[in-house]
């Protein structure tokens, strides 16, 4: 390839590698697996970027980063001890500027929506991170996942009920049940 195409690749997909991550770590729910998940899903990419024909990368290459985390949890790896993502000590940025009981309630509240979105179904959660997360409309989500919309629809209802459910949420948004 050329350099223009190294050019367009670094300026177009690289950018997107924070996207590819979080995808993939929802989807694996394991940090290493993710993080090699994505170097494979890049070069993929890399290796098929002449076939990409414009348009938004950003479906594009959640698409392979997708079918490329299915593969790998379908497939046979060597067995190691699991590091799970935890966002308060991986990610989250500095909170020093915020109380002590405001990190602490945030804290308990990101810790809650994690454990509910790994309650769901691999095809629920997945809907959920693109829709939710990734920002992805339901055209994009249909392209990524190769479903059609009215099934990426159903996912989301489906999805955004059984997190009401867990977390123990009302008909009104906000408010608990008791």
Same mark, same amino acid.
């Given at each position: 390839m050329t350099d223009s195409t190294l050019e367009s690749f670094e300026r177009i997909v690289v950018p997107l590698l924070d996207d590819a991550y979080t995808l993939a770590r929802h989807l694996l729910r394991d940090e290493h697996d993710a993080q090699d998940v994505v170097q494979e899903a890049y070069l993929r990419a890399w290796r098929h970027y002449g076939g990409f024909h414009g348009g938004d990368a950003r479906p594009w290459l959640l698409a392979i980063v997708r079918n490329c985390s299915y593969t790998?949890?379908? $497939?046979?790896?060597?067995? =190691? +001890?699991s590091v799970p993502y935890v966002e308060d000590?991986?990610?989250? $940025?500095?909170?020093?500027? =915020? +109380?002590?009981?405001?990190?602490?309630?945030?804290s308990s509240e990101r810790a809650e929506l994690r454990d509910a979105l790994d309650q769901l179904a691999p095809e629920h959660r997945e809907a959920i991170v693109l829709r939710e997360i990734e920002g992805?409309?339901?055209?994009?989500?249909?392209?990524?996942?190769?479903?059609?919309?009215?099934t990426v629809m159903s996912r989301l209802s489906r999805a955004r009920q059984r997190l009401q459910d867990v977390l123990g949420l009302g008909g009104r948004a906000g408010e608990k049940r008791t």
């Open positions: 790998w949890r379908q $497939g046979t790896r060597t067995q =190691r +001890a000590e991986h990610g989250g $940025g500095d909170q020093s500027h =915020r +109380a002590t009981d405001a990190a602490a309630i945030a992805l409309s339901y055209k994009e989500i249909a392209a990524v996942t190769g479903t059609p919309i009215g």
